[in-house]
């Protein structure tokens, strides 16, 4: 583990809390019920794999080392699952979401961040 690949998540992390915030109001908001809920269901589930899939290349793209992608990813997850669990604690869901979004967040960072490093690692340049 090194210093870049936290970092490296933190950064990718924030910005994906940026869209974590908006999805969440997007969702929660009864004013967007509008929305049709499938497209909204797939952003919210392909914005955060490609967050941690681009945190773990790019860090092992530099490191060379696909475990520093694996620690970008999970550094990532779990910013983005801190501020999505804060942002659905805001619009009265259950406390219990300060818990289990940097879990969910952490452990689905650490697997997508892996598999992005070992891909980078055996196909990358």
């Known amino acids: 583990m090194t210093a870049l690949s936290v970092l ?10 940026v869209g974590v915030v908006i999805l969440a109001v997007v969702g929660l908001t009864p004013s967007f019920s509008w929305i049709p809920e499938v497209p909204l269901l797939l952003t919210a589930t392909l914005v ?10 790019r860090t092992t793209l530099t490191t060379r080392r696909a475990s520093d992608g694996m620690v970008a990813g999970a550094a990532a997850g779990v910013v983005s699952g801190a501020i999505g669990g804060l942002a659905y604690v805001a619009f009265g869901k259950p406390m219990l979401n300060l818990i289990v979004g940097p879990l969910i967040g952490a452990g689905g960072g650490a697997l997508v961040g892996a598999i992005a490093g070992l891909l980078t690692v055996r196909f990358g340049r």
């Open 48 to 57: 955060p794999l490609l967050g941690f899939g681009f945190a773990g290349y």
């Open 8 to 17: 490296t998540g933190l950064r990718v992390g924030a910005a994906l809390a």
